[in-house]
Nanobody
């Protein structure tokens, strides 16, 4: 059974940092691209970042230069380093898998349950 479990969310002040993790199981992690998607309160899903199985990274304009996606295939774990956080980054953050990396929600075939990031002063 495919499982994706996010962790690392919490309350942080504007300008602060967090590192989110996504523990993957039930599939050959290194063979799949992974993405981070977020949903702000009352808003729709927003693609944030993606990384190919080999480590090529892609970012939404809203987070470029502030967030860093990475993966450790040996640990079956995906990461998102969130720096210089803004209040508008407040959202539930989800990880998801896909066959290929893209900058859309298309092709995401499994999702985690999310971890909440709250950026507030």
């Amino acid at each position: 059974e495919v499982q994706l479990v996010e962790s690392g969310g919490g309350l942080v002040q504007p300008g602060g940092s967090l590192r989110l993790s996504c523990a993957a199981s039930g599939f050959t992690f290194s063979n799949y691209a992974m993405s981070w998607i977020r949903q702000a309160p009352g808003k729709g899903l927003e693609w944030v970042s993606a990384i190919s199985g080999g480590g090529s990274a892609y970012y939404a304009d809203s987070v470029k230069g502030r967030f860093t996606i990475s993966r450790d295939n040996a640990k079956n774990t995906l990461y998102l380093q969130l720096n210089s956080l803004k209040t508008e980054d407040t959202a539930m953050y989800y990880c998801a898998k896909s066959v290929v990396a893209s900058n859309t929600l298309d092709g995401l075939d499994a999702w985690g349950q999310g971890t909440l990031v709250t950026v507030s002063s």
